[in-house]
Structures are given as structure tokens and as C-alpha cells.
Nanobody, 124 residues
Framework: QVQLVESGGGSVQAGGSLKLSCARSGDTILPCMSWFRQAPGKGREGVAWIRRDGSTSYSGSVKGRFTISRDNAKNTLYLQMSSLKAEDTAVYHC???????????????????WGQGTQITVSS
């Protein structure tokens, strides 16, 4: 059974930085891990994807500002966020899937495992 637990959320002023972590447990191989976010009144939006080989993809709204990485030895996923904007305010979830495909065409329904989420609030 896979469990994902996020940490590192909080409040920051616009232009600031935060780093999220997602610790996973369980032995299931997870070729694709991702960060999604959900702002109040909106659907869950994928922002970054990383494959087991370390290759990455980003949504246009965060490309150049966010960096996703994974440490397979520590079973941990990260999201380094910089130049944060008020519109980045949301609950951020890490997600994982057992399928090999891993790209921005995938929606939340394509992911098997989810963390509980961590709140990021960016004040302008």
C-alpha cells in the first residue's frame, strides 16, 4: 500500500520561495510522480511531472519558477517553488501512478495515489 505525505507548506509573500516535500512509503514501483494544486472553487491542476529517470515536465503557469525532483533512495519527491505569485495560492498535493506514461496530458483521474495536501498561501 502506497502512502504519500506532504510537508513544507505555509505562507509567503509574493516573490518568495518555498520547498515542498512528499515522503512515500510502500514498495510499489511508481514510474510517474507529480504535483497538483487546487485553488478555492477550481479543479485540481497538474503543475509538474517527473519520471523515474528524472526527466520532467511543467505546466506553462509554473515553468521557469518551479522545479520538481525526486530522490529515489530516500523515497521523497520535492517541489522547489520560487518567484511565487498570489495566483499560486492553493492546496498542493503530490500524486503518483503505476502507469509508465507521465506528461502534462494526464489528469488527476490518471493518478492512483494521493497525499492529503498542504496549503500554500502567497500574499501580494
Amino acid at each position: 500500500q502506497v502512502q504519500l505525505v506532504e510537508s513544507g507548506g505555509g505562507s509567503v509573500q509574493a516573490g518568495g520561495s518555498l520547498k515542498l516535500s512528499c515522503a512515500r512509503s510502500g514498495d510499489t514501483i511508481l514510474p510517474c510522480m507529480s504535483w497538483f494544486r487546487q485553488a478555492p472553487g477550481k479543479g485540481r491542476e497538474g503543475v509538474a511531472w517527473i519520471r523515474r529517470d528524472g526527466s520532467t515536465s511543467y505546466s506553462g503557469s509554473v515553468k521557469g519558477r518551479f522545479t520538481i525532483s525526486r530522490d529515489n533512495a530516500k523515497n521523497t519527491l520535492y517541489l522547489q517553488m520560487s518567484s511565487l505569485k498570489a495566483e499560486d495560492t492553493a492546496v498542493y498535493h503530490c500524486a503518483a501512478r503505476e502507469g509508465a506514461a507521465c506528461n502534462k496530458l494526464l489528469t488527476a483521474s490518471n493518478f492512483n495515489f494521493w497525499g492529503q495536501g498542504t496549503q500554500i498561501t502567497v500574499s501580494s
